[in-house]
């Protein structure tokens, strides 16, 4: 059997065509949904990252402001740069994209973005109220993976969901995220003895540690749900994921690709994150 393949691009697309409709509706009644993005320093993939995001806000009307700064910018700098967003009515999203250069405490620049503009939902306000189960700005990867998961109509509740990978960006919020929904997680991470042990027991494997087709044939149970955050650039120019893909889709029974897999809904629910928290701040 052949896996279905879960195009997140395709679904990205749809919603995007939706969100275009909302931004329009909120300027007929004189809101102009505003994104600011921060980005520190020349590292290029975080450059492309800023670009795609700037452009994806331009498709659908949302408003766009890129403050670039040196990397040698003061974490003082960047804190009063923060509070006058926050103070900014007209802004209605905040997002400093990481990594940041190491004098900078991404704890602390984190903290003073208003969290009702924290469109990263990267916050420890947001991150705590996503671990209690309220409903609020949730991290924009995880997000997308339990839209897909809806659109696909792969059941959560009750399934042994296994994720590879705890960082604050991806792992922790997306178990957390289908733990709300009744699925029972596991977290796996570099420390973990025998990983595989723990993947082929997964109804659903989420993977997100960008090691190049970490996830083999051998770490599958048959007719699973895989999900590839993965996104390595290999010398040949090609991307893949942390899932040998042409070996496990003919075990699983669904699968995302890379490219076109989660990497669209990424940037896709950071404008469903602009437009809830733009709305969020409306006064009339
Ligand atoms: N760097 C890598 N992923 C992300 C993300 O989702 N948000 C921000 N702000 N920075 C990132």
Avoid: W
């Amino acid at each position: 059997m052949t896996a279905t393949i879960m195009y997140g691009k395709q679904l990205a697309d749809e919603y995007r065509t939706k969100f275009k409709i909302e931004v329009e509706n909120l300027k007929r009644k004189g809101i102009d949904p505003c994104l600011a993005v921060i980005i520190v320093g020349d590292n290029p993939a975080s450059k492309t990252y800023v670009r795609m995001k700037q452009k994806a806000c331009e498709q659908i009307g949302i408003k766009s402001i890129v403050k670039a700064f040196d990397k040698k910018i003061s974490e003082a700098t960047l804190l009063s740069y923060i509070e006058s967003l926050n103070q900014d009515r007209n802004v209605h999203g905040i997002l400093v994209q990481l990594p940041l250069p190491d004098h900078i405490n991404e704890k602390s620049i984190l903290e003073k973005i208003n969290p009702a503009k924290d469109v990263d939902g990267f916050h420890p306000i947001n991150i705590g109220k996503l671990l209690i189960g309220q409903e609020t700005l949730y991290p924009c990867t995880p997000l997308g993976i339990l839209k897909l998961l809806e659109h696909y109509k792969v059941e959560i509740e009750g399934k042994h969901v296994v994720v590879v990978g705890r960082s604050h960006i991806v792992g922790k919020p997306v178990g957390q995220l289908l733990l709300n929904q009744n699925a029972t997680v596991t977290y796996c991470h570099s420390k973990t003895k025998d990983l595989f042990k723990y993947t082929k027991q997964a109804d659903i494997l989420i993977v997100a540690v960008g090691k190049a087709k970490l996830i083999t044939k051998e770490a599958v149970k048959k007719d699973a749900v895989v999900i590839d955050v993965g996104n390595t650039f290999l010398e040949s120019g090609e991307v893949v994921g942390d899932v040998d893909f042409n070996h496990v889709k003919d075990i699983v029974s669904f699968i995302t690709p890379v490219p076109k897999g989660v990497g669209p809904m990424t940037i896709t629910m950071l404008l469903h994150n602009t437009i809830r928290a733009t709305e969020s701040q409306l006064t009339i």
